[in-house]
């Protein structure tokens, strides 16, 4: 019998099977064996052992796969960051962006609690984000502003909502879906980052084949697993500077005359974006030296 696995916690995985019923399923010892670990999101084939429970047997396909959050099959991210409280960690937001280029994942951005900053400061965040041709969208689920229409690009999809602790994802999680009935928690005073209240990824259904998988904040993201000379490629925005630089395969960080590089200093490229796109290149090079 097929099914999909809507949750994962401590080796039991629960499958919405075929037949209509949620099965607590156990994986196979082949699958440590071989090395292979089911994720929330993987179709699977399971032998029923009795009305609530069975066994996995068989990993179906996966369209992809992401290790963090570790999720399987799914048409889009959502990442959620605060414009405020905590303030935003642009870094940690790009290193997620390159682990979905990556993939090929579509991303949408969200930055929650806007009422808490100025106009200067969105027209920042939009400065930065908007030229590398991501979906933007700015909200303040405390005042349930711009979430109807964050709503309507979920439709028809399976989406995961990523993003740090104590930015909000819970409470937007709860709005979008008030039958998972999600703890909320408030963001520490003293050290400015949120409870982990999202424990275990969750796949919730809110609506006709829309889908939304609720994971748990990360606050850190590697990316020396990439080549130093494909990581370009994980930044969209310099595409269309790179027929200016004067070598072909540029990496943008030491070449005298570069389409990118130059693109930055007139403020085309965002220095942030740049920054750490450089931030990221010498990691990947480090890691590869040993």
């Known amino acids: 019998m097929r099914g999909k696995i809507i949750k994962g916690i401590a080796g039991f995985y629960y499958v919405n099977a075929e037949d209509g019923n949620l099965y607590e399923c156990k994986a196979k010892g082949k699958f440590r064996k071989d090395k292979k670990k089911p994720l929330v999101g993987d179709l699977v084939q399971i032998q029923r052992l009795d009305e609530k429970a069975g066994n996995i047997e068989e990993l179906l396909p ?9 999720v399987a099959n799914i048409d889009q991210a959502l990442v959620v960051f605060a414009a405020a409280s905590p303030e935003p960690n642009l ?58 229409e964050l709503k309507t690009i979920l439709t028809g999809k399976t989406t995961v909502l990523a993003g740090p602790s104590g930015v909000g994802k819970s409470t937007l999680m709860n709005w979008l879906h008030p039958q998972a009935n999600m703890e909320t928690g408030s963001v520490s005073q003293k050290i400015q980052r949120g409870r982990h209240t ?55 960080v030491g070449e005298t005359v570069c389409g990118v590089k130059q693109a930055v200093q007139e403020g085309k490229i965002s ?12 990691e990947c090079k480090q890691k590869k030296r040993y």
């Open 271 to 282: 220095k942030s974006r740049y920054d750490n796109y450089v931030l990221f290149y010498q």
């Open 198 to 252: 999202t424990r275990h990824s969750e796949f919730f259904s809110i609506g006709n084949d829309t889908y939304l998988l609720d994971t748990p904040g990360f606050s850190s993201i590697f990316v020396e697993q990439y080549e130093p000379n494909e990581l370009k490629d994980y930044f969209p925005e310099f595409s269309s500077y790179e027929e200016d630089c004067k070598f072909i395969g540029c990496v943008h």
């Open 62 to 70: 996966r369209k992809n796969a992401l290790v963090r959050p570790a």
């Open 91 to 148: 870094n940690l937001l790009d290193r997620f962006l390159v682990t979905m280029e990556s993939q090929a994942i579509k991303v949408v951005i969200c930055f929650n609690k806007i009422d808490l900053v100025a106009e200067e400061e969105i027209q920042r965040l939009k400065k930065i984000y908007e030229p590398c041709g991501y979906e933007l969208h700015l909200i303040s689920v405390q005042e349930e502003a711009g979430l109807e």
